[in-house]
């Protein structure tokens, strides 16, 4: 007997009775036929969707990739701006050490090599396989070599401040000053006939008339080492200056210093005077360097003003 399914549809207004007959290969077929179509329509729509989002990541990293390159491109104007930059600062430090009896820095320490490390070269390979992987690589090499030769300029005016300083203050200490300003030469540095003792001697400073009480000042700064009498020098003064340099005064009529004050440029140390072996009211000057005298008249820079 042929089994068979019926489908009894009754209206509700009408009450009319319709009467469907299924059997099971119309079933089964009807059952297929409806899991092919939501398999068909359920793949097409994860196609579209994945297509869709595939797209849309697409579009964002070319946009991505679109701005990465004109971030490189802005990267190289300013690098080589920096590198224009570095090149003056490199000038100038050659014109400041130039002026300061420095050496130069050569030009082969200057290159200080464009690679990186090992490792950070490994790191790189993996740029190469973008459009602009060599540009970029170009330009993280030359930032490298930018960084070390910035640091090593920084080094460099650490060295000029350094020695700027130490100018500095040995200018401090350098006897540029006249010690009686208004006075007149009466004896130079060197050999002469000494105007008591009557024969050639050599004289180991310079002699500078004044009137009697002119005030002697310290021609730099210094710490006194010596304030009391002293043989033929009568009352003497010795100042030493550091850096080798002394300077010394004798014929005093007055001290006002005592043997370890400090004291400054222009600071009135005596008087002029004619004390111990002197014919006449005068200051015998010394300077010394390195504990050999030298002509104290070499170091007077009259037109500059000091104190």
């Known amino acids: 007997m042929n089994k068979k399914s019926r489908l ?7 009450s009319e009775i319709k009467e469907f007959t299924l059997s099971f290969p119309k079933i089964f ?5 409806f ?3 939501t398999g068909l329509t359920l793949k097409y729509s994860i196609d579209f969707i994945v297509d869709f989002s595939q797209n849309s990541r697409i579009a964002q990293l070319k946009k991505e990739n679109n701005f990465l390159q004109e971030q490189l491109v802005y990267m190289g104007t300013k690098i080589t701006d920096l590198r224009t930059r570095v090149n003056d600062i490199e000038k100038m430090d050659d014109q400041f050490r130039a002026q300061f009896d420095l050496p130069l820095v050569g030009s082969d320490v200057r290159q200080v090599g464009v690679g990186g490390s090992s490792l950070e070269l490994e790191n790189r390979v993996g740029y190469s396989e973008y459009p602009f992987g060599q540009d970029l690589i170009s330009a993280l090499n030359v930032l490298e070599k930018l960084d070390r030769e910035i640091k090593l300029e920084k080094l460099s005016y650490e060295e000029l401040i350094g020695t700027m300083k130490v100018r500095e ?3 401090r200490y350098l006897p540029v000053l006249k010690p009686v300003p208004n006075a007149r ?3 130079g540095f060197g050999n002469r006939r000494h105007p008591i003792l009557k024969r050639i001697k050599f004289h180991h400073g310079v002699d500078l008339a004044a009137d009697k009480g002119t005030p002697v000042v310290a021609p730099a700064d210094g710490y006194v080492t010596y304030a009391r009498r002293n043989g033929g020098f009568g ?4 100042i030493n200056h550091k850096y080798g340099y002394e300077t010394c005064y004798g014929h005093l009529n007055k001290m006002f210093v005592r043997a370890g004050q400090y004291v400054k440029r222009g600071e009135k140390i005596g008087e002029v005077g004619s004390t ?3 014919t006449s009211n005068h200051l015998h000057y010394e300077v010394h ?4 005298a030298i002509n104290p008249s070499q170091f007077f820079l009259n037109d500059i003003v000091y104190y």
């Open 169 to 171: 203050d040995s200018l």
């Open 289 to 292: 360097y390195k504990g050999k």
């Open 276 to 278: 111990g072996l002197s």
């Open 35 to 37: 899991l092919v179509i």
């Open 8 to 14: 009894i549809f009754i209206g509700s207004k009408t």
């Open 235 to 238: 009352q003497f003064i010795k």
């Open 29 to 33: 077929i009807l059952i297929v036929l």
């Open 185 to 187: 030469f009466t004896d």
